[in-house]
């Protein structure tokens, strides 16, 4: 696996309620434009807001789009419970990897870290990728602990959001060669790839999606003088869409192209400034 994965918002109707054609032409629209995958049910897409029937609703569209494009379907799954993770990820067997955040506010310490995926590995039905997001989670993971990670089996790769650390270097340095990481903080995607990452789970890909893809391409190949004013450019869109809650600015810049019938977000998130908006706009 490797290449953009578009973490998907969830577009909302006037009513409040999902607007399905929307996500259905959101999910064929990026990967027709060079996504390798999406990623359903991923912060990005306020799984937290979205009850039972919803989430089935966003995981079958996205993998109907998925199995269309021949695309990796990726489904966020897990909780700061080992065993209600483990549930979770029992119901997802249709899905190629499950993105599995580090527990999150409970902080169990490295080790219990270590324990609590050793565990999920050992049952679930799909790889998995650790979600090492320490901002959101409050529980920083050193280069040991990610490269022991790194080594458990089915366990496929990571999406690292903790920013170029010396960490996330050292773990692009000494992880197993069949270890995807995946840059998860948006800005940092290609200097990210320049030192060996698989690709990115990036949210900013809704918009430029072909241009992300080149990204991740022209890295891969070696190519730095298209890569590198490329990932600049691309730096500073996705430094616009995170100047409010994520996926705030992006909904609202999707909603001004007309591709989302609302820019509305489910409480306690609120909608973007329009100059937030406004600004991010300017840069496409």
Known sequence: MEGIL??????????????????AALADDVLAQGAAGIVALGTTGE????????KRTVLDICAR??????????VGAGTSDTSSSASALAAYPQADAALV????YVRPGEA?????????????????LVYHVPHRTAQPLSATTLLT??????????????????????LLGDCPPDFAVFAGD????????????????????????????????????GDVATARPLGHTLARLATALFVEPNPTVLKGVLHAQGRIPTPDVRLPLLPADPSSVAAALALL
């Open 47 to 54: 799984p937290f807001a979205l009850d039972a029937d919803e």
């Open 65 to 74: 789009a998925c199995a269309d494009h021949g695309a990796s379907l990726v």
């Open 6 to 23: 578009v973490p998907l918002i969830t577009p909302f109707a006037a009513d409040g309620t999902i607007a399905t054609d929307a996500l």
């Open 101 to 104: 955040p580090v527990p999150y």
């Open 186 to 221: 948006d800005a940092y995607l290609s200097p990210m790839l320049a030192l060996g990452a698989r690709g990115g789970i990036t949210a900013s890909a809704h918009l430029a999606t072909a241009d992300f893809a080149r990204l991740v391409s022209a890295w891969h190949k």
């Open 149 to 170: 990670l790194s080594r458990i089996p089915n366990i496929v790769g990571a999406k690292v959001a903790s920013g170029m650390t010396e960490d996330a270097v050292a």
């Open 112 to 128: 219990g870290v270590i324990a609590h995926f050793t565990r999920l590995a050992a049952d679930s039905p799909v790889p998995l």
